[in-house]
């Protein structure tokens, strides 16, 4: 693991207590006041500024963590074991004092994701989803629930941010009955204050405005019926949490939703949706659509922490372009390249994006990248395995928002990387001499010398490679890029010279003791007599070229046959057909000839 400044000057830092081990987990506060790692060993927790080592907890085996919003608590998830030792209690999901590392108590969990325990942002509760129902703990009394919301049939909760929380519950539709959201105040379980019911409708994701008055709720279903969607049916739905509005979001365009994201520091939101090419499209309070981004290959939508550029970008199996949108003119400011890009987000100064193609999804090209968002490329970093990366949070007002967009810093440089379509190897590299156009050539001929002496052909491929770009160099062995080169053995290759030559002059042999001409004999042209008539082919001498030729006659014969056929069934011949039915009494008489010869040179049956 390691720690950077951010742009435009990027500096490793020290961590005096980096771990020698595997990390398994990386995470920052909310708040950005502390860095947690854990090993196989252990989980430390220093000070994101000094990088001073604040707690650690000697337990073993914690795969991941994470922060209470103003990092308070850590809470901390390993795998459940049968084999647990003597004095633990089997809980894998433990809440600590990220400054003294005390534990607090802690719950089962099978699996871990940021949604098993959620939080006020004011600390005051944490909640789990229990069968039928969510309860709430305060964090120094984890033995004991505080409160409860029971609902049968809730299956995914959302609690949401701001000063006066909510709680968002989803039911599924079952039979008959059509799924439901409902949302109640924290404390106040007894009627809600917003519901919405919906069929087709398997699951959800929630999505809270930073302020907690505005839900989007994204329902998608697992099956498609109709067959028109691999990924099944979705919808987006809008509810204000004060239950004074609610509706479906009107979608002009049939397919999956592809993402969703809240302007931060406005009540408006965008959507990418619809089949490949998807729209991208804002929507204001009221769910009506305020201004249309276009149809291009994006499904992935991120506002900058001041909402002044939106970020529309697409990844997974799309090409990895970045549209980036000023707000206030609605105006494309730049398209960047983050190719093959599996992590996006935007610094907390809302200037600079990063993307990084992370492993195990990508084993190749692992690295960073962080543009600014005026198009510069302005920091690139190389790295053979990289599993994670995040920036540091810290508040949006303590970077003012200016009037206009500020220009990319002076004096950065980063050329693209040689060999790739990438960026470079860093900042102040040079660029990399362009190389001239040049016609096509093939793979496999890119490594020969159009200029160097001819050799021959080895095929048809070969003859019209050498007519269009020359003659192949001498050595004519091909070549896989990027391979390494073979050690040339100078006894081993003669040798295999000598066999080969052997081979060679063996077959010659052979074939001038069956009466086939000699390679050596003289060309075609050269033979041929000063009336220019093509001569006679050789008669057969073996008992196999006769036998042969037999059969190659009788075919003409059975051929000659069906022409005659043709011709007395009325059927307009060809002169060639014709001629070739006249030479049916030559053919039969060398047929003759032939097995006359042939019983000249079978032995007799009775010696």
Not at 144 to 155: F, N, P
Not at 173 to 188: C, D, L
Request: proline share 7%; net charge positive.
């Amino acid at each position: 693991m390691g720690v950077w400044t951010a742009p435009p000057k990027a500096v490793s830092a020290d961590v005096a207590d980096k771990p020698s081990e595997e990390v398994r987990a990386l995470k920052y506060s909310p708040n950005g006041q502390y860095l947690a790692w854990t090993t196989a060993s252990e989980t430390r927790v220093v000070d994101a500024q000094t990088l001073a080592t604040v707690a650690t907890i000697a337990r073993r085996n914690i795969v991941d963590v994470q922060f209470s919003p103003r990092g308070t608590y850590l809470i901390t998830w390993e795998r459940l074991s049968s084999n647990a030792a003597e004095g633990d209690d089997g809980k894998n999901l433990r809440v600590w004092e990220a400054a003294t590392g005390q534990t607090l108590g802690g719950f089962k969990q099978n699996n871990f994701s940021a949604s098993a325990l959620q939080w006020t942002d004011d600390e005051r509760f944490c909640a789990k989803l229990f069968s039928g129902e969510v309860r709430f703990y305060t964090p120094t009394a984890l033995q004991r629930v505080a409160l409860k919301l029971a609902l049968d049939g809730i299956s995914e909760f959302s609690v949401s941010p701001g000063l006066s929380p909510s709680v968002a519950v989803f039911v599924p539709e079952r039979g008959s009955k059509p799924g439901m959201v409902r949302m109640y105040n924290v404390g106040s379980f007894a009627q809600p204050t917003a519901s919405k019911t919906f069929f087709k409708a398997d699951k959800v994701e929630f999505h809270w405005h930073r302020l907690g008055t505005n839900l989007l709720v994204l329902t998608q279903t697992d099956v498609d019926k109709t067959g028109r969607s691999y990924y099944g049916e979705s919808a987006l739905y809008f509810m204000a949490a004060a239950g004074n509005f609610d509706c479906r979001v009107p979608l002009d365009r049939d397919g999956p939703i592809h993402d969703v994201a809240w302007n931060p520091e406005e009540k408006e939101f965008a959507v990418s949706y619809g089949f490949m090419p998807a729209k991208t499209a804002l929507f204001n309070h009221r769910a009506e659509m305020v201004h249309d981004f276009g149809t291009a290959h994006r499904n992935f939508i991120r506002f900058n922490p001041h909402g002044r550029v939106l970020a529309i970008a697409g990844f997974g199996n799309l090409s990895g372009q970045v549209d980036l949108w000023d707000r206030r003119s609605l105006k494309k400011v730049a398209t960047i390249d983050a190719q093959n890009a599996s992590f996006c987000e935007w610094c907390p100064d809302g200037r600079y994006l990063l993307a990084a193609t992370l492993s195990p999804r990508l084993r190749v090209d692992n690295g960073i990248r962080i543009w600014h968002y005026s198009g510069a490329l302005v920091y690139f970093k190389e790295v053979s395995e990289l599993y994670q990366v995040d920036w540091r949070p810290a508040p949006a007002s303590r970077f003012p928002q200016r009037s206009a967009l500020s220009p990319a810093p002076a004096g950065i440089v980063v050329s693209p990387r040689p060999g790739g379509s990438g960026p470079g190897s860093g900042p102040g590299s040079p660029a990399p001499a362009a190389k001239p156009a040049t016609a096509y050539r093939p793979p496999h001929a890119r490594t020969r010398d159009a200029g160097s002496q001819s050799a021959a052909p080895r095929s048809l491929a070969d003859i019209a490679e050498q007519r269009l770009f020359g003659a192949p160099a001498p050595s004519a062995a091909r070549t896989v890029p990027g391979a390494p080169k073979k050690a040339v053995d100078a006894a081993a290759e003669s040798k295999r010279r000598n066999r080969n030559k052997a081979k060679k002059t063996e077959k010659t042999e052979k074939t001038e003791k069956i009466g086939e001409p000699s390679p050596a004999a003289p060309s075609a042209a050269s033979a041929l007599p000063a009336d220019g008539q093509q001569p006679p082919a050789a008669a057969p001498t073996t008992e196999v070229e006769i036998l042969k030729r037999v059969r190659a006659l009788k075919k003409k014969v059975g051929q000659i046959d069906s022409l005659v056929k043709r011709r007395d069934a009325g059927e307009a011949l060809e002169l060639n057909q014709l001629s070739k039915i006249e030479s049916r009494s030559e053919i039969e008489s060398e047929i003759a000839e032939l097995n006359q010869q042939l019983s000249q040179l079978t032995p007799s049956t009775s010696a």
